[in-house]
Antibody, heavy 117, light 108 residues
Framework: QVQLQESGPGLVKPSETLSLTCTVSGGSISSYFWNWIRQPPGKGLEWIGYIYYSGSTNYNPSLKSRVTISVDTSKNQFSLNLISVTAADTAVYYC???????????WGQGTLVTVSS | EIVLTQSPGTLSLSPGERATLSCRASQSVSSSKLAWYQQKPGQAPRLLIY???SRATGIPDRFSGSGSGTDFTLTISRLEPEDFAVYYC?????????FGQGTKVEIK
């Protein structure tokens, strides 16, 4: 079955760029829409956006001005860039698959990113 | 954007009891595209229910979902010790996809 693994720095300075990568294994990257979802400590879940293997994207309007999601089909990876981060961007970031018209599944284990100087 | 409101915020119950969790949407959820997830501390959410009432692969039949339009319910018929967790509803009928704020089911 498809498995997802996030990777990237666990600490980012304010005003800098948060960059994470998700590696997809056990399945084709062309099979799903690939999402990023985040969860601040002790809080709920927020959808950030998705990318399809073709490169088409859709972002949450609340983050659209700061987010870029990209895909590298040769490496079976997709990535998140979030610019101009503040402490409010501190969260566990999950990469998540999504079949056409379906719910979020499967999920990566998540990675905590802390924004602090 | 569809806002999902879950109630109650916390449910205190004993093992063996029935749990009923509510999720209300600010507007109708298209084609009953409503999912429920379970999240335990330190873990990613796990898909339980999709399409408002279909159980995901491997989910025990004590979990059931119902509802349509703006009102949805997750029922756990008899709570097992491993069911104490936070539950989120989520709509995937329109963009942006949104989550409820969660209901914590705790041991009484």
């Amino acid at each position: 079955q498809v498995q997802l693994q996030e990777s990237g720095p666990g600490l980012v300075k304010p005003s800098e760029t948060l960059s994470l990568t998700c590696t997809v294994s056990g399945g084709s990257i062309s099979s799903y829409f690939w999402n990023w979802i985040r969860q601040p400590p002790g809080k709920g879940l927020e959808w950030i956006g998705y990318i399809y293997y073709s490169g088409s994207t859709n972002y949450n309007p609340s983050l659209k001005s700061r987010v870029t999601i990209s895909v590298d089909t040769s490496k079976n990876q997709f990535s998140l860039n979030l610019i101009s981060v503040t402490a409010a961007d501190t969260a566990v970031y999950y990469c998540v698959g999504l079949a056409v018209g379906g719910p979020f599944d499967p999920w990566g284990q998540g990675t905590l990113v802390t924004v602090s100087s | 954007e569809i806002v999902l409101t879950q109630s109650p915020g916390t449910l205190s119950l004993s093992p063996g009891e029935r749990a009923t969790l509510s999720c209300r949407a600010s507007q109708s959820v298209s084609s009953s595209k409503l999912a429920w997830y379970q999240q335990k501390p330190g873990q990613a959410p796990r898909l339980l229910i999709y399409g408002a009432s279909s159980r995901a692969t491997g989910i025990p039949d004590r979990f059931s979902g119902s509802g349509s339009g703006t009102d949805f319910t997750l029922t756990i018929s008899r709570l097992e010790p491993e069911d104490f967790a936070v539950y989120y509803c989520q709509q995937y009928g329109s963009s942006p996809r949104t989550f409820g704020q969660g209901t914590k089911v705790e041991i009484k």
